[in-house]
């Protein structure tokens, strides 16, 4: 019995080991079996959405963003003015002070001929002052010498060039009672000469007041015998004169000066 019983426990022990051993090795291939082949575990990340942005946002986020834009535009006009500015002011310095230099090279030029162009008129106006001359020629003279007057005093200032053209127009005078033809109404070939002060004068006898310094202009009125009126320019034996409504021309030898009537 002692025998038996340690052979038949090893009995058991081998059967229970041929048992054991296939079944773990079954389990350890469904193990290995179910790790090779088992898919990986996809982990999702799940992002944040962003919260819904109001029209009213939308439209806050565009007016800032034009805004912005004129802000930048404003900038740049603002950048160009100053710089047109800083160049006009520039351009006009520079201007003056060409006009400066201009000017000072024309005084510096012009002051011999100046002083001997009054002398001339000078010399002429005591010339005219030895000649008997009509009413209407003491007209021109007198514009004539207030006009030399008139340059003398630019003369005096260093004014040459002002002075220069008050000589010439007193010449133009001086010339104009000295030259015959003018009396001639048919003589065509006459220049406007503006009168630097305007005349009085006083109709001598009924005139006609025309509408140009031609004798067959239109007639603009009829003056009477002792009108007064004013001279303000001559063309050849014409005279503009002005009265209180009208403008027109009238022979000189229609008129004299109010001063040389006798009372």
Not at 106 to 132: D, N
Not at 194 to 210: D, G, T, Y
Request: glycine share 2%.
């Amino acid at each position: 019995m002692k025998l038996l019983i340690p052979a038949t426990s090893f009995s058991l022990f081998r059967i229970s080991s041929l048992i054991v051993y296939p079944l773990l090795v079954i389990l350890l291939a469904l193990t290995l079996s179910g790790c090779v082949s088992k898919e990986p575990v996809v982990i999702s990340v799940v992002e944040p959405v962003p919260a819904p942005i109001s029209h009213d946002e939308e439209l806050k986020n565009e007016i800032a963003r034009l805004e912005k834009i004129i802000a930048e535009k404003d900038e740049l006009i603002k950048n160009q003015q100053i710089r047109q500015q800083s160049q006009a002011h520039v351009l006009r310095e520079t201007n003056k002070e060409a006009t400066r230099a201009q000017v000072k090279l024309h005084r510096l030029a012009t002051k011999p001929s100046t002083a001997s162009a009054i002398a001339e008129v000078e010399a002429g106006l005591e010339h005219l002052k030895q000649m008997k001359i009509s009413s209407f020629d003491q007209i021109l003279q007198i514009q004539a010498q207030r006009l030399l007057e008139t340059a003398t005093l630019f003369y005096s200032k260093d004014q040459y060039a002002a002075a220069m053209n008050h000589v010439a127009q007193a010449n133009n005078f001086i010339s104009l009672i000295l030259d015959q033809n003018r009396k001639k109404v048919s003589h065509i070939d006459h220049f406007l000469l503006e009168f630097h002060i305007p005349v009085r004068l006083r109709i001598s006898k009924n005139a006609n007041l025309r509408k140009e310094p031609n004798a067959h202009a239109q007639v603009l009125s009829t003056l009477k015998k002792d009108t007064i009126l004013v001279a303000n320019a001559n063309q050849g034996p014409w005279l503009r004169i002005q009265t209180d409504k009208l403008q027109g021309w009238v022979l000189h030898t229609m008129v004299e000066r109010e001063e040389s009537r006798n009372p």
